[in-house]
Nanobody, 132 residues
């Protein structure tokens, strides 16, 4: 398993932007399927929503809820994953988690939610609050 540490969360107004970062500590992760997932506060009983995944060759998939507004990227040299979030909406309020799946096939198919089933490493999350 990898150790993942998210940062960059905070509180912004509707229409604003935030950039989340995920540092991968202590391991080479370049072959992993990496992704961002979120869970609304108070909804811990519900499954996390996969919102963006990126595989080792840079193939990306987004959930419809964030397509055109969020951009996922990775820097293998820096062992880092990023999520640029633009045009934020109140419904984007959630705890955002970085996840890593050792089997890169979980990034394929165009459905970020599918990657959840391959994740074996999670960060502790970073809270994003969007006010209207």
């Amino acid at each position: 398993q990898l150790q993942l540490v998210e940062s960059g969360g905070g509180s912004v107004q509707e229409g604003g932007s935030l950039r989340l970062s995920c540092a991968v500590v202590g391991h080479i992760y370049s072959s992993y399927c990496m992704g961002w997932f979120r869970q609304a506060p108070g909804n811990e009983h519900e499954e996390r929503e996969g919102i963006a995944v990126i595989d080792s060759d840079g193939t990306i998939s987004y959930a419809d809820s964030v397509k055109g507004r969020f951009i996922i990227s990775r820097d293998n040299a820096k062992n880092a994953l990023y999520l640029q979030m633009n045009s934020l909406k109140p419904e984007d309020t959630a705890i955002y988690y970085c996840g890593a799946a050792p089997d890169p096939s979980y990034c394929s198919g165009g459905y970020p939610n599918r990657a959840i089933y391959g994740i074996d490493s999670w960060g502790k999350g970073t809270l994003v609050i969007i006010s209207s």
